[in-house]
Nanobody, 117 residues
Framework: EVKLVESGGDLVQPGGSLRLSCAAS????????MEWVRQAPGKGVELVAS????????QYATSVKGRFTIFRDNAVNTVYLQMSSLKPEDTAVYYC??????????RGQGTQVTVSS
């Protein structure tokens, strides 16, 4: 069974840091396009970060570039999103997803990140 389980969301103060984890099962993240997206209340889904195929090429939304880092640990079949210098506008539910050309993205259940003082 293909599954993605996100964790690590929390309430954090502005300027703080969090690391989100996405544990995959049923496939290997090592050779897949993996992404983090987020959805804030009343807003659409925003693509935050991508790691491409079997390499280390990454892409980021302008809003998070320089603050967020996506990476994967193939040994534990997990994708991470390291977030720093968090802002209130980063508040959202964060989802991990596998992007396969020609198919709808497969997404986990999400984890809540709230940035507030």
């Amino acid at each position: 069974e293909v599954k993605l389980v996100e964790s690590g969301g929390d309430l954090v103060q502005p300027g703080g840091s969090l690391r989100l984890s996405c544990a995959a099962s049923g496939f290997r993240v090592s050779n897949q396009n993996m992404e983090w997206v987020r959805q804030a209340p009343g807003k659409g889904v925003e693509l935050v970060a991508s790691i491409i195929g079997g390499g280390s090429l990454t892409q980021y939304a302008t809003s998070v570039k320089g603050r967020f880092t996506i990476f994967r640990d193939n040994a534990v079949n997990t994708v991470y999103l390291q977030m720093s210098s968090l802002k209130p506008e980063d508040t959202a539910v964060y989802y991990c997803q596998r992007d396969q050309p020609g198919l709808a993205p497969f997404r986990g259940q999400g984890t809540q990140v709230t940035v507030s003082s």
